[in-house]
């Protein structure tokens, strides 16, 4: 059974920074696209970015390029998300997904969404 467990939530101020993280396991994907997306309140679930396992190709959301950095241990199974300059409309429930279909952009996942999903981590910003 697939399990991702999201980390790294919490409170903080406009301007401020955050890491979090996602530990997957109970799969066995040679190749697999790993990421965030996030659902603010009263909104429906957006992408934020993904990753490729195979070649660290990386995807944004036009709204967090600049200030969002994703990374990956492939090892571990571990994708991170540093989060900078924050803002109060960065907040939201940040979901980690995967997914064994790693052919497409990120334009793809953003729009279609993984096949597996964590429960989510709180991320709030406060003006």
């Known amino acids: 059974e697939v399990q991702l467990v999201e980390l790294g939530g919490g409170l903080v101020q406009a301007g401020g920074s955050l890491r979090l993280s996602c530990a997957a396991s109970g799969f066995t994907f040679d190749n697999y696209v790993i990421g965030w997306f996030r659902q603010a309140p009263g909104k429906e679930r957006e992408g934020v970015s993904c990753i490729r396992s195979s070649d660290g190709s990386t995807y944004y959301v036009d709204s967090v390029k600049g200030r969002f950095t994703i990374s990956t241990d492939n090892a571990k199974k571990t994708v991170h998300l540093q989060m900078n300059s924050l803002k109060p409309e960065d907040t939201a429930v940040y979901y980690c997904?995967?997914?064994?279909?790693?052919?497409?952009?990120?334009?793809?996942?953003?729009?279609?969404?993984?096949?597996?999903w964590g429960k989510g981590t709180l991320v709030t910003v406060s003006s």
């Open positions: 997904g995967v997914t064994p279909r790693a052919y497409y952009s990120g334009t793809y996942y953003f729009t279609y969404g993984m096949d597996y």
